[in-house]
């Protein structure tokens, strides 16, 4: 990998105000109508991540899984932008800085630049309409950029990557909003900024383990010293382990980035900036796990963030240098084969994604960010994707007063309306 190229590309440099936005009555954009409630499956949500005010932008998701770009809602803070030189795409480094819950019907968000999290409550009848719940919450560190919901919707645990870098855990009340849950602040003890400096030797996600017993962050290391995993024990009151086991990845990972559970295989699949893509197992008592890998993407520029299909049973990742959606397979013994690669357009620097079901059919939703566009592809059967969808946002956004640049747009996360 061209480490250079890499950091060129992902690198961000504007330090922001930690001053929230004042509430206005311009806090919600709108840009096209509601769906209609019996076309409406569900929405997609990302944030555009501005230093002047942070919005989450909505679009509705038809029963083809097309999509209507509908609205922006205020946040009530404002975005950051990480430190590097030149500007570009991935202001945060991360993955997961907006998700929501369809167990408690909640979207919550980072707003890095004011080191708060703000929470909003999804009308399964109108999902890409929010209601922000309460007011926006001290995300307990600085330069929040990723966040992990538990199963159940009833916790949520933040990633701070900045000068006060760590996580800290809240309990979800459908009144006040975000609560701080005590014995849940916990240090990663990084040698970082505010703004985080990176992408290398920055923090990246976030996530719950499969059983909900550990909550799981990921580091990116500075080549030639390899990133790590760094896992906390969770009780059953939510409180965190007081200290994190820290996890290397085999020999060759480098920059661990996103992370998706392997389902039913005590395991996470990690995308790696710097080879490819990393697998952990957990299931053996030694760090890693006897089944621990590294797998190569040939070509790759800066593969970061990944997502799972349950119709296809694979993993699909994207590349934001190449603009290449990658398809992996990974089998039972936790072997990871590339089963096939999706052009999505030299440099639109496809970044965030996230997948979801519709009926029968599972949909890939990718934030191309140098396009200000989403790419929906089809995941018909496995090594069949299919773009079906280029949403592209800037017009309508520009008409609706709505500030959307490629260098600052950051997430995506959907909601998909239940069928009782």
């Known amino acids: 990998m061209n480490l250079f190229i890499f950091l060129s590309i992902l690198l961000p440099s504007a330090i922001i105000s930690a001053t929230p936005v004042a509430q206005t009555k311009h806090s919600t954009k709108y840009m096209s109508q509601p769906y209609g409630q019996l076309e409406s499956t569900g929405a997609v949500f990302f944030i ?10 909505s679009a509705d998701i038809g029963s083809d899984g097309k999509l209507i770009l509908r609205q922006a809602v205020s946040t009530f803070g404002v975005g950051a ?3 590097t030189d030149p500007v570009g795409p991935d202001p945060l480094f991360s993955q997961g800085s907006v998700k929501t819950s369809p167990v408690s019907n909640i979207l919550v968000t980072v707003n890095a630049g004011s080191n708060t999290l703000s929470i909003f409550s999804i009308n399964p009848s109108d999902p890409a309409a929010l209601t922000m719940i309460g ?28 000068a006060i870098n760590g996580v800290s855990c809240y309990k ?36 719950f383990s499969e059983n909900g017993q550990s909550l799981i962050v ?34 060759g990972g480098l920059l661990p980035f996103s992370l998706t559970v392997i389902p039913g295989q005590n395991a996470i699949f990690a995308t790696d900036a710097g080879i490819g893509f990393d697998i952990f197992d957990f299931s053996s008592p030694s760090a890693g796990g ?12 800066a593969t970061c963030w990944s997502s799972f299909s349950h119709k296809t049973g694979n993993f699909y990742l994207t590349d934001i240098e ?39 059919n599972d949909f890939l939703f990718v934030l191309a960010a140098n396009a200000t566009s989403i790419d929906v592809l089809l995941l018909d059967a496995p090594g069949k994707a299919q773009n079906i969808q280029t949403l592209a946002m800037g017009a309508e956004a520009k008409a609706a007063g709505l500030e959307l640049t490629a260098n600052n747009i950051q997430g995506m996360t959907s909601f998909i309306v239940q069928q009782k």
């Open 135 to 162: 007011k926006p919450v001290s995300s307990e560190g600085e330069f929040p950029m990723s966040l992990a919901i538990n199963a159940n919707g009833t916790q949520v645990c933040a990633l701070n990557g900045g």
């Open 218 to 251: 990921s580091v990116k290391g500075i080549p030639p010293q390899p990133g790590f995993l760094a896992v906390w024990d969770v009780a059953q009151d939510g409180s965190l382990s007081k200290d994190f086991q820290s996890i290397t990845p085999g020999k």
């Open 81 to 83: 932008h990480g430190i």
């Open 48 to 57: 555009t991540n501005e230093p002047d005010g942070n919005f989450v932008v």
């Open 322 to 360: 190449t603009s290449i959606v990658t398809e992996v397979n990974v089998d039972v013994d936790l072997k990871g084969t590339i089963v096939q690669q999706y052009p999505q357009g030299k440099m639109t620097g496809t970044i965030d994604i996230d997948i979801v079901t519709v009926g029968s």
């Open 290 to 301: 006897n089944k621990s890998s590294v797998v190569p993407i040939d070509g790759q520029g």
């Open 172 to 207: 979800v009340d459908q009144k006040q909003g975000l609560v701080a849950q005590a014995n849940t602040v916990r240090s990663l003890g990084l040698n970082q900024t505010t703004p985080a400096t990176g992408p290398a030797g920055s923090a990246s996600h976030i996530i």
